[in-house]
């Protein structure tokens, strides 16, 4: 499993820009956004929904190297 920090940002009407960062782990980039897009989704209420919906969701995706894999990498060299 790899881990993925992914990034949504969209317009409120109140709030103005809001931008909220959630990491899964997930085999692949398609597999890791939309694990996140649900879980970003189920937290909003219905006026956010419809905001986000109105004015567009804007998703970035980065691909983050775990800890174990820094582990890992460390233990091999020694």
Same mark, same amino acid.
């Given at each position: 499993?790899?881990?993925?920090?992914?990034?949504?940002?969209?317009? &409120?009407?109140?709030?103005?820009?809001?931008?909220?960062?959630?990491?899964?782990?997930?085999?692949?980039?398609?597999?890791?956004? %939309?694990?996140?897009?649900? &879980?970003?989704?189920?937290?909003?209420?219905?006026?956010?929904?419809?905001?986000?919906?109105?004015?567009?969701?804007?998703?970035?995706?980065?691909?983050?190297? %775990?800890?174990?894999?820094?582990?890992?990498?460390? %233990?091999?060299?020694?």
């Amino acid at each position: 499993m790899k881990t993925f920090e992914v990034r949504f940002r969209y317009q &409120d009407r109140n709030q103005g820009p809001v931008e909220s960062t959630v990491k899964v782990d997930a085999s692949s980039l398609p597999g890791a956004v %939309g694990k996140a897009a649900r &879980d970003f989704v189920k937290k909003l209420d219905r006026k956010q929904r419809f905001d986000m919906n109105k004015n567009g969701l804007e998703i970035s995706t980065k691909a983050v190297e %775990g800890q174990e894999a820094q582990e890992a990498q460390a %233990g091999t060299a020694s």
